[in-house]
């Protein structure tokens, strides 16, 4: 698809290329609206394309910003993302490979490579509605965003339901916590022993349980690869081995929805047993909970039904994992 001529602006539009956060804020402030800042710029297009937005006098590019396209881990195993990094180039690197794999996952069911290559992780995020946000919300993601006087970093959850009104901001940083997470597809961790584990002779006295996580992402589209999202639904589930939920994480979103999570749903599970009565249950609160928006392919009714099919089975599969399934 191709911009049609009578959207071209009357004079080429002119790009900046500022080498610092610092010079890229103060070029927004100096062109207000009649500039926007570019990072890949194939979110922006699509824009343009569909005559959803005009094309502004003034691009700024972030790609020359190099503290925007790092990625970096702390001792904390924080990983700090640039959100100027490209899909691609994050799901090359072997630490996210190794550490963020529901992460991974979600990149790879972002459009296809060549896309990849120019869409940034912060791009997508930015957009409200990219299809790694409902992955980060289960990873607790946090972003930091300064408006050039004022550095914040906040929740990305807090961050997606907040009002739109810091339109100056730029992202400087996705933060995502590793090895607290578990392992992908059921693969079992042993839980962390508490310090108040030891009796007074100094025996070791086991006080909990064993625990399985399980992880999932899926992303429903009008077919099977390199299609917008219908419904993108991820989460994350750990159980003890007697079935008590110990930590649950649920994100959907999908088409024009604002990704969000189930957090009411989560807080009424944490500390029961998940059995057929709890999926019942999660089923049906997923189906009122879940804000999913109409558009000309699909409904809301049947986003809300497919969003709850997904989740219930993944965690009927983590409970299954588990034993449940099979317990009397
Ligand atoms: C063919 C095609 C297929 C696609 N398929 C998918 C898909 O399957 N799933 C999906 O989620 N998306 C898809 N997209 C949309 C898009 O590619 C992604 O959302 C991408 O990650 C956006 O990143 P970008 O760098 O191109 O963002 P841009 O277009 O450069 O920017 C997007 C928005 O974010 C703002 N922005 C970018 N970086 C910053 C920053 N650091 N600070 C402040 N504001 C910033 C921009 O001003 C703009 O408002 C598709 C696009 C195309 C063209």
């Given at each position: 698809?191709?911009?049609?001529?009578?959207?071209?602006?009357?004079?080429?539009?002119?790009?900046?290329?500022?080498?610092?956060?610092?010079?890229?804020?103060?070029?927004?402030?100096?062109?207000?609206?009649?500039?926007?800042?570019?990072?890949?710029?194939?979110?922006?297009?699509?824009?343009?394309?569909?005559?959803?937005?005009?094309?502004?006098?003034?691009?700024?590019?972030?790609?020359?910003?190099?503290?925007?396209?790092?990625?970096?881990?702390?001792?904390?195993?924080?990983?700090?993302?640039?959100?100027?990094?490209?899909?691609?180039?994050?799901?090359?690197?072997?630490?996210?490979?190794?550490?963020?794999?529901?992460?991974?996952?979600?990149?790879?069911?972002?459009?296809?490579?060549?896309?990849?290559?120019?869409?940034?992780?912060?791009?997508?995020?930015?957009?409200?509605?990219?299809?790694?946000?409902?992955?980060?919300?289960?990873?607790?993601?946090?972003?930091?965003?300064?408006?050039?006087?004022?550095?914040?970093?906040?929740?990305?959850?807090?961050?997606?339901?907040?009002?739109?009104?810091?339109?100056?901001?730029?992202?400087?940083?996705?933060?995502?916590?590793?090895?607290?997470?578990?392992?992908?597809?059921?693969?079992?961790?042993?839980?962390?022993?508490?310090?108040?584990?030891?009796?007074?002779?100094?025996?070791?006295?086991?006080?909990?349980?064993?625990?399985?996580?399980?992880?999932?992402?899926?992303?429903?589209?009008?077919?099977?690869?390199?299609?917008?999202?219908?419904?993108?639904?991820?989460?994350?589930?750990?159980?003890?081995?007697?079935?008590?939920?110990?930590?649950?994480?649920?994100?959907?979103?999908?088409?024009?929805?604002?990704?969000?999570?189930?957090?009411?749903?989560?807080?009424?599970?944490?500390?029961?047993?998940?059995?057929?009565?709890?999926?019942?249950?999660?089923?049906?609160?997923?189906?009122?909970?879940?804000?999913?928006?109409?558009?000309?392919?699909?409904?809301?009714?049947?986003?809300?039904?497919?969003?709850?099919?997904?989740?219930?089975?993944?965690?009927?599969?983590?409970?299954?994992?588990?034993?449940?399934?099979y317990a009397p």
């Amino acid at each position: 698809m191709s911009i049609p001529m009578h959207q071209l602006p009357e004079q080429q539009p002119s790009v900046w290329q500022p080498t610092s956060v610092e010079e890229a804020i103060q070029l927004k402030h100096k062109w207000g609206k009649d500039a926007v800042l570019v990072a890949g710029g194939t979110w922006l297009r699509t824009r343009w394309e569909n005559g959803l937005a005009p094309i502004p006098q003034h691009f700024i590019s972030l790609g020359r910003i190099l503290v925007l396209s790092g990625l970096t881990v702390n001792s904390q195993g924080q990983v700090h993302i640039g959100p100027a990094l490209s899909i691609a180039e994050l799901m090359k690197n072997e630490l996210v490979q190794q550490k963020c794999e529901l992460l991974v996952q979600a990149c790879s069911e972002i459009a296809a490579p060549s896309i990849r290559n120019l869409a940034s992780i912060g791009g997508n995020v930015m957009t409200r509605t990219g299809d790694l946000i409902p992955a980060l919300l289960v990873m607790d993601a946090q972003i930091q965003c300064t408006d050039g006087q004022n550095e914040r970093t906040i929740g990305l959850k807090e961050w997606l339901t907040a009002p739109l009104d810091a339109p100056d901001e730029i992202m400087t940083g996705i933060i995502v916590q590793t090895g607290g997470a578990g392992s992908q597809d059921g693969k079992e961790n042993a839980a962390k022993i508490p310090e108040d584990a030891k009796s007074t002779d100094g025996q070791l006295v086991v006080a909990e349980e064993p625990k399985s996580t399980h992880e999932f992402y899926f992303k429903v589209g009008r077919r099977e690869a390199f299609t917008p999202s219908v419904v993108t639904v991820a989460g994350r589930i750990s159980l003890q081995s007697d079935g008590t939920v110990t930590d649950i994480a649920l994100a959907a979103g999908g088409g024009n929805a604002v990704p969000a999570r189930f957090t009411a749903l989560e807080a009424g599970m944490i500390g029961k047993p998940l059995n057929k009565a709890a999926l019942q249950i999660l089923h049906k609160g997923v189906i009122t909970d879940f804000d999913a928006v109409a558009d000309d392919y699909a409904g809301v009714a049947y986003r809300k039904q497919t969003a709850a099919n997904l989740i219930m089975s993944e965690c009927f599969k983590a409970w299954r994992k588990g034993g449940g399934a099979y317990a009397p």
